[in-house]
């Protein structure tokens, strides 16, 4: 059995991942809750990883990409 750690749960299907995997290979939903601010001439842009339950970005309070997507 693998170190919980080193898995992630899809939020759409709930496929059990390997952390590497940035998308699930079962439905192509993406694994990882970033934030979604993007670079801008005023802003260097965020990308934080959230946790998989944030709907908001916890540095920015940005969406973040689960919530863009509606899968929470
Ligand atoms: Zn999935
Ligand atoms: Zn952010």
């Known amino acids: 059995m693998a170190d919980k750690d080193e898995l992630q749960t899809c939020v759409r299907c709930k496929y059990v991942a390997v952390k590497e995997d940035k998308y699930c290979i079962r439905c192509g939903a993406p ?42």
């Open 31 to 72: 694994l990882k809750n970033r934030c979604t601010k993007e670079k801008s001439l005023m802003h260097k842009g965020c990308y934080k990883v959230n946790k998989a339950d944030a709907k908001f970005c916890a540095d920015c309070g940005t969406e973040t990409t689960f919530n863009q997507l509606g899968l929470i």
